[in-house]
């Protein structure tokens, strides 16, 4: 049995796949702590999983404006000291770090200490603070088909972001009566991440009555702190009303986009993990101020294989006329949801822990010989 100290809070898409890994780890008997953040979307995912062991951790991340530099310099060098603190206490035989301001706190510790330290990038373009982290890292798990620097390629692996065991494909009518949405009709649901996406919240007030007048009822995940959760009832031109929902959160998210029959979605990693998982054709909107845009090669990779549409922020009036286009088209939609079973990587969570096993087998056994680069998760 060993011990893994998982660094991943900070936002959904870096605590999601922590909680997964855990869960995995723990089914081979191994002890796990996460190391998330301070932040309120961190304190409500965890609600969820009294089971596993959480530790917050101090941290901010980096913004150049002075007052936040500031505020960066400060709190990472409180997280610094409060890593070294929780690794002489814990002695874990790894960490394994899903990026971001947490992260960043626990690299530097970790490489001092001689404690291997792995890090999973799950965006199509590796950022600069990634990039710098790599070079502390033993491992290195990147999304399938995407490398670095040659002289890193023996540390590089390929690996899925892990979902969590909950994160199933639903039948879409009792996945909508688990949510309490009327099982009949055509359902838009919009998702802009575990903050919300004002443009997209505001698109979805502006354009509701129109897409009920064509028979869509919108659910709209609005954001913690955003709007509180209501029901808006539409004229659908039939003598009938649609709802529109506004929800600021949800916990049950293989339910919400297994409900739609098509997702509005900004294209972080985890948000197209869960799209693809639950099988639901999209239109992705990539968060144009994203660092390295890497929202935009998120998305136009899965648009490549034929499983998502993207339009750019700016095209926003089009959206309507997309999504109209899009979910009365069965044929398209048929296509996308085979596409989108094809990229599916549902076992890749167990190719991970296998990997991770074998590499602290290798690093208290060194004479076991290093791990094949050509090994593939």
Not at 93 to 109: E, H, N, Q, R
Not at 327 to 332: A, D, P, R, S
Request: with cysteine; charged share 20%; hydrophobic share 45%.
């Amino acid at each position: 049995m060993a011990s893994i100290l998982i660094v991943c809070g900070g936002t959904g898409g870096h605590l999601s796949p922590g909680i997964a890994l855990a869960e995995q780890l723990m089914l081979r008997k191994h002890d796990c702590t996460l190391v998330i953040s301070r932040k309120k979307v961190d304190a409500r995912l965890i609600e969820k999983y009294p089971g596993l062991e959480f530790v917050e951790a101090p941290g901010a991340p980096l913004h150049f404006r002075p007052a936040a530099l500031i505020r960066f310099v400060w709190h990472q060098s409180a997280a610094f000291f409060f890593a070294i603190k929780l690794l002489l206490l814990k002695k874990p035989d790894l960490v394994m770090g899903f990026g971001g301001f947490v992260t960043a706190g626990f690299a530097i510790p970790a490489w001092l200490m001689g404690i291997p330290f792995v890090l999973h990038e799950a965006n199509r373009v590796v950022g600069r603070a990634n990039r710098l982290l790599g070079r502390l890292a033993t491992r290195i798990f990147l999304p399938p088909g995407l490398n670095l620097a040659k002289g890193q390629v023996r540390r590089i692996r390929h690996a899925a972001l892990p979902l969590r065991r909950e994160f199933q494909p639903m039948d879409k009518l009792a996945a909508r009566k688990k949510l309490g949405i009327d099982g009949e009709g055509k359902l838009l649901v919009i998702v802009g991440g575990s903050q919300g996406a004002q443009p997209l919240n505001r698109w979805s007030r502006e354009n509701a009555p129109a897409l009920a007048e064509k028979g869509i009822a919108l659910y709209c995940l609005t954001g913690m702190g955003q709007t509180p959760t209501e029901s808006v009832h539409h004229e659908n031109g039939k003598g009938g009303t649609v709802a529109s929902q506004f929800v600021e959160f949800s916990d049950d998210m293989p339910s919400v986009l297994s409900s739609a029959d098509v997702v509005v979605s900004r294209a972080g990693a985890g948000s197209i993990a869960e799209i693809i998982r639950c099988r639901a054709p999209s239109v992705l909107i990539p968060y144009p101020l994203a660092r390295d845009n890497h929202q935009w090669a998120n998305a136009k990779f899965v648009e490549r294989y034929g499983a998502s549409l993207v339009l750019d922020q700016g095209d926003l009036p089009q959206l309507r006329e997309t999504v109209e286009a899009l979910i009365f088209n069965e044929n398209q939609l048929n296509q996308m949801v085979k596409a989108l079973h094809w990229l599916d990587r549902s076992q890749g969570v167990y190719s991970l822990v296998n990997s991770l096993e074998r590499l602290i087998n290798w690093a208290h056994f060194p004479g076991a010989g290093e791990i094949s680069s050509s090994e593939q998760v």
